[in-house]
């Protein structure tokens, strides 16, 4: 079968990489694709955003089915066109998309079915988003409502910040996503990444992981895309793993087919638990980056098989199986991330790298200039490991990263941290 692979990312990197692997798979195409997905794919210059683009080249070239990486193309209706188009996709319609396209219509779910999540208002103006504001006697977190590259998140320490927060919203600062505002309450505990798959109607647990998002060492600094993630989370115990599935993941799911507009992807849960539980801080609708990359190296099933069956109605049938093993990845980033990245700086060292027991390499920034390979993002590599313990796998990535000759990047040396602090009191 061919298959298109909307992305260019780490998470794109990785699903190529199992995707190549299938037995079912005769030619994989990547749009665009980056410098470490050239060796199973071709890579070609498309769009994702513009469906009548993907349509015509899933036409000339005979694909049979589209993997939809990133949420942009998801928000703007891909998957849409090929449903009307008669052509197999993985990827949620626009209408189910709104499940991380607004953030406001998410807490209307959740009011609507009952599902666990911090108190909240929406607003389309300062006036009403204050005085809200005015009547709050706990934390707040100020967000806008639309995409924002994960940066319309604004957790103030003080009023007179969550002030300013609304004001940047209405006054342009991340663009239309944040002409509508979401105030709601700051949720106390541990955040973990929880993936379920769905075809509408199934759903099944698909792995957890937890992401380190800022950009320094020991939690610091700025927010970020993700610095780093394992997998398995810790804090996901099949007695967590139940209640989540039970109370958020299936009354979403049947939440979503109930108002007509069924949701067919990959769900991905921001969860925060708490010592009451999960709660639910926020859905995307497409993998995790680089939580993707470390479920992927526990992955024993068939992804194209595991995949396909979501896009047919089969997710009910589905046989999954993982590792044992942990999973752990290291993002390399350019200097100047999460600000400007610097581009264009060459990297050395990969293959050593690679040579690492364990060691898997995924590109998510980089583009090849004959043999040099060179930093094209902000994100730009993430060195993955597999290993019996947090311990060894980090070990392992580490070892790696040191291998990787490349002035212009860094990376944080503590991921990891909270799972490898947990094993140490288990020894
Ligand atoms: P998001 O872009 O929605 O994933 O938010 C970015 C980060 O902000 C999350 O990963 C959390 O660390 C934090 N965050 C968002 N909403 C809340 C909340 N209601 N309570 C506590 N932390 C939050
Ligand atoms: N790593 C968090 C995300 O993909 O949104």
Not at 72 to 80: Q, R, S
Not at 161 to 177: H, N, S
Not at 189 to 194: I, K, P, V, Y
Not at 215 to 230: E, F, I, P, Q, R
Request: glycine share 12%; net charge neutral.
């Amino acid at each position: 079968m061919n298959v298109l692979l909307i992305g260019s990312g780490g998470r794109e990197h990785a699903l190529a990489w199992r995707l190549s692997a299938s037995p079912m798979l005769s030619k994989l195409y990547c749009a665009p694709g980056n410098g470490g997905m050239s060796q199973y794919a071709e890579c070609v210059a498309l769009n994702g955003e513009n469906a009548a683009e993907v349509l015509a080249f899933c036409r000339t070239k005979a694909v049979d089915f589209v993997v939809i990486g990133p949420e942009a193309p998801l928000v703007a209706g891909l998957a849409d066109v090929l449903t009307a188009a008669q052509i197999k996709h993985f990827g949620p319609s626009k209408a189910a998309a709104q499940l991380e396209g607004s953030k406001g219509f998410t807490k209307d779910l959740c009011r609507e079915f009952s599902i666990p999540t911090g108190a909240y208002g929406r607003f389309t103006d300062k006036a009403s988003a204050k005085a809200y504001l005015a009547k709050q006697t706990g934390r707040v977190v100020v967000k806008a409502d639309g995409l924002a590259a994960g940066k319309g998140v604004i957790i103030p320490e003080t009023r007179a910040e969550a002030e300013a927060g609304i004001d940047a919203c209405f006054d342009g600062t991340f663009g239309a996503a944040g002409a509508e505002v979401v105030i709601e309450a700051f949720l106390e505990g541990e955040e973990a990444s929880f993936f379920a798959l769905s075809d509408g109607v199934a759903v099944v647990a698909f792995g957890a992981a937890q992401d380190h998002k800022r950009v320094g060492d020991g939690d610091t600094g700025l927010n970020t895309g993700g610095m780093g993630a394992y997998s398995p989370a810790p804090v996901m115990t099949d007695a967590m793993v139940a209640r989540t599935m039970d109370e958020i993941i299936r009354p979403t799911v049947a939440g979503m087919a109930k108002r007509g507009t069924p949701f067919r992807g990959v769900l991905f849960a921001g969860l925060m638990i708490g010592t009451d539980g999960p709660r639910l801080i926020e859905y995307n609708t497409r993998f995790g980056d680089p939580e993707c990359q470390v479920l992927m190296m526990r992955l024993k099933s068939d992804l194209l098989t595991v995949l396909l069956a979501v896009a047919e109605g089969r997710v009910g049938a589905l046989d999954l199986r993982w590792s044992d093993d942990v999973a752990l990845t290291v993002v390399m980033a350019a200097n100047g991330y999460p600000g400007t990245p610097q581009k264009g700086t060459e990297i050395k060292g990969l293959e050593a790298a690679a040579t690492v027991e364990g060691v898997h390499v995924f590109h998510a920034g980089t583009v090849r200039d004959g043999d040099r390979v060179l930093a094209n993002g902000g994100r730009v590599l993430n060195v993955t490991a597999r290993g019996q313990t947090v311990k060894e796998a980090q070990a392992r990535a580490y070892a790696a990263v040191d291998k990787i000759d490349w002035p212009g990047g860094f990376c944080r040396r503590d991921i990891g941290w909270r799972a490898l602090t947990r094993e140490d009191k288990q020894v």
